[in-house]
């Protein structure tokens, strides 16, 4: 009872919405394991191909290593280094929590992910050849999965720290421009399924949001705890 008291209505939504973001993973993973998306799944990753050529991604060479490119910014490495810093540019402005949020939602959204493929199990595309190099399971996408969670995760952080309504959109439209982009990427080299990278957005979403609910509570505490000394 005293939980439900400290949190705001902001941080209850964010909860509903998690759950409703991992109620939507499994359902996918669900329908993904009766091979209900396998129809769909392999029209998508057709249609990224030259038409009776399926080794042959669609557009210039440029362009094909212009979504490499755009892979990498779902990549470990990547994903790793922002996180540090941002990280770090919380500490040095003494928002530990804000850093401690993050750090948190990105160590067991990269726990959950290995788990998830461990236990879904699904093979990678073999329809077409790879334009990227992959090494674990297919379901949920990674890069998907990690990227939604630390781009939406910052935007979040930056939303309680931003008085500007239009900063705070911004924020948010970066994030979900980011991760759309890494999860296309994915689809276009061939390495997942497109119900792989919709899984991995739900499942991003739902560290994300979960994570805000997190932060909201804690600042929520400790304006309590300020007001009451």
């Known amino acids: 009872m005293n939980l439900l008291r400290r949190l705001e209505s902001r941080a209850l939504l964010a909860l509903f919405a998690a759950a409703?973001?991992?109620?939507?993973?499994?359902?996918?993973?669900g329908e993904m394991r009766e091979g209900e998306t396998l129809?769909?799944?392999?029209?998508?990753?057709?249609?990224?191909?030259?038409?009776?050529?399926?080794?042959q991604p669609i557009g210039s060479q440029s362009f094909q290593e212009a979504m490499r490119d755009?892979?990498?910014?779902?990549?470990?490495?990547?994903?790793?280094?922002?996180t540090v810093v941002a990280a770090l540019g919380f500490s040095f402005h003494r928002k530990v929590r804000h850093a401690a949020v993050l750090v948190g939602a990105v160590l067991v959204a990269i726990v959950s992910s290995?788990?998830?493929?461990?236990?879904y199990g699904r093979p990678r595309p073999e329809l077409v050849p790879h334009g990227s190099y992959v090494y674990s399971a297919s379901f949920p996408s990674g890069h998907s999965m990690l990227?939604?969670?630390?781009?939406?995760?910052?935007?979040?952080?930056?939303?309680?720290?931003?008085?500007?309504?239009?900063?705070?959109?911004?924020?948010?439209?970066?994030a979900v421009m980011i991760m759309a982009a890494v999860g296309f990427s994915r689809v276009y080299l061939g390495v997942h399924w497109p119900s792989d990278v919709l899984a991995g957005w739900c499942a991003g979403a739902?560290?994300?949001?979960?994570a805000s609910a997190v932060l909201r509570t804690l600042l929520k505490s400790g304006d309590t705890a300020a007001a009451a000394d």
């Open 20 to 29: 409703a973001a991992i109620w939507a993973f499994l359902a996918i993973g």
């Open 39 to 55: 129809a769909i799944d392999r029209k998508i990753l057709l249609a990224f191909r030259v038409p009776g050529n399926p080794a």
């Open 70 to 82: 755009v892979t990498a910014l779902g990549g470990v490495t990547v994903l790793t280094l922002v």
């Open 114 to 119: 290995e788990w998830l493929k461990t236990l």
């Open 147 to 174: 990227s939604t969670t630390v781009y939406l995760t910052l935007a979040a952080l930056i939303s309680t720290l931003e008085p500007r309504r239009p900063t705070k959109i911004l924020a948010f439209v970066v």
């Open 206 to 210: 739902g560290c994300a949001l979960a």
